[in-house]
């Protein structure tokens, strides 16, 4: 049984580049969550969808941001124009989302994001 | 719109005593309640969940939580920890109306030392 999965693991990048990471939901769950954490806090929330619907964004998501399920699948995050502030932890978490006691998100190791 | 609050930023405790990592959380609306743990260099794992009925949770690797609704608290406690506790430890929220955004506090780190 595989867990979430994020792509890359590690993403080190300089200020005014674009950078995309991709995280792949455990098989059977219909919605995939994005967060972004950085150092001391906890994870905060930044979109979710519901199979290839994007059905909230957080205002943290500046025009910067972009996220995608094309397919109801894997998803990407894609960060354009990166500033020093965005440096943080991307994680991404998946749910089978058809009741609340199976709301449970299951979260992957994250995409550790460094803006030189 | 709902918050957490996590009482303290680490708690040092000696491996096999008992610990309790406190959490407070702010809703106008019923909620559901979390702990995530989050080992080094690992994802978010869930510990215990809280969504209705009896107030004491059992969760895995011996812990547990009671929720305490007159005091909005989810306190969470182990009688005896072990060196392999050492963790970040996540007290998080949502609420009944939008179950999919999780509202985490800033995190307990729970160092053991032997």
């Known amino acids: 049984d595989t867990g979430v999965s994020q792509d890359p693991r590690h993403k080190i990048t300089k200020r005014g580049q674009n950078v995309t990471f991709r995280c792949d939901p455990i098989?059977?769950?219909?919605?995939l969550y994005w967060y972004r954490q950085t150092l001391g806090q906890g994870p905060e929330f930044l979109t979710y969808?519901?199979?290839?619907?994007?059905?909230?964004k957080s205002r943290l998501l500046s025009d910067r941001f972009s996220a995608e399920r094309p397919k109801g699948s894997f998803s990407t995050l894609e960060i354009q124009r990166t500033e020093q502030g965005d440096s943080a932890m991307y994680l991404c978490?998946?749910?089978?989302?058809?009741?609340?006691?199976?709301?449970?998100?299951?979260f992957g190791p994250g995409t550790r994001l460094l803006v030189l | 719109a709902q918050s957490v609050t996590q009482l303290d930023s680490q708690v040092p405790v000696f491996e096999e005593a008992p610990v309790e990592l406190r959490c407070n959380y702010s809703?106008?609306?019923?909620?559901?309640l979390f702990w995530y743990v989050q080992y080094p260099n690992q994802g978010l794992q869930l510990l215990l969940k809280?969504?209705?009925?009896?107030?004491l949770v059992k969760g895995i690797n011996g812990f547990e939580a009671e929720f305490n609704k007159s005091q909005t608290s989810f306190h969470l406690r182990k009688p005896s920890v072990h060196i392999s506790d050492t963790a970040e430890y996540f007290c998080?929220?949502?609420?009944?109306?939008?179950?999919?955004?999780?509202?985490f506090g800033s995190g307990t780190r729970l160092s053991i030392r032997p």
């Open positions: 978490a998946s749910s089978l989302g058809t009741s609340v006691s199976q709301e449970t998100q299951y």
């Open positions: 098989s059977e769950h219909n919605r």
């Open positions: 969808f519901q199979n290839e619907a994007q059905l909230e």
């Open positions: 809703s106008s609306v019923s909620v559901y």
């Open positions: 809280y969504l209705s009925g009896s107030t």
């Open positions: 998080a929220v949502t609420s009944y109306s939008s179950a999919s955004k999780i509202i």
